[in-house]
């Protein structure tokens, strides 16, 4: 990352924040994915060794809390965050640790909500349309991920899963010529590529008569 540049906080409206990992591998993929997350760092933005900065506000470092509590609550596994980083050179920010939450139902409030904040939550899955209606099972659709080496797994995860933006092998990519945009309550319309033209103009109707007009009664 270039010095100075922006520090992602967690904040991000297409942030992969649930990850559905098959259950063959599910195991070593939690204990891996927390020792990545165990070891990113946390600074201040300035910072150019900062790799992750802090909340936008204590209210919204209250509610990312709150719902990562109530996760728990509800059976999910903290595996690695949970809370928020205090002392030095914490101070003068809301800065929330890295968190993973393992074990997560799909009834799960965390599974369901948009927690906006650096927090993700890990399901197992067994079947390819487990994965699907897992990853359909929310109100939100503005992007999704899908790993895998089959060509036929991915055109068809890209087919049915209800997302505006679907990456395959990669995650985040958003070219300014690619359409960017959501389903369900992810809003509608497209930012970027030629549909955003569409998508930001008014259509005005004119009909003009050219001869006298014929009344209907």
Known sequence: MPPHAPRPTGENCNA???????????????????????????????????????????AHLDKVHGLVQAGIKAGARLVCGGH??????????????PTVLADVAPDNLVFREEIFGPVVTVTPFKTDDEAIDLANATEYGLAAGVWT??????????????AGYVWVNT??????????????????????????????TTWKSAMLATAPFQPYY
């Open 171 to 200: 995650y985040n990519n958003t070219p300014v010529e690619v359409p960017f945009g959501g389903q369900k309550g992810s809003g509608f319309g497209r930012d970027c590529g030629t549909q955003a033209i569409e998508t930001y």
């Open 149 to 162: 080496a089959s060509v036929q797994r991915s055109l068809r995860c890209v087919r049915e899963i209800q």
């Open 84 to 97: 928020r980083l205090t002392g030095a050179p914490y101070e003068g920010g809301y800065f929330y640790a």
């Open 16 to 58: 992969g924040s649930r990850i559905l990992v098959h259950e063959s591998v599910y195991a070593p993929f939690v204990e891996k994915f927390a020792a990545t997350a165990r070891g990113i760092r946390v600074l201040p933005p300035l910072d150019e060794q900062s790799q992750m900065g802090a909340l936008i506000s204590e």
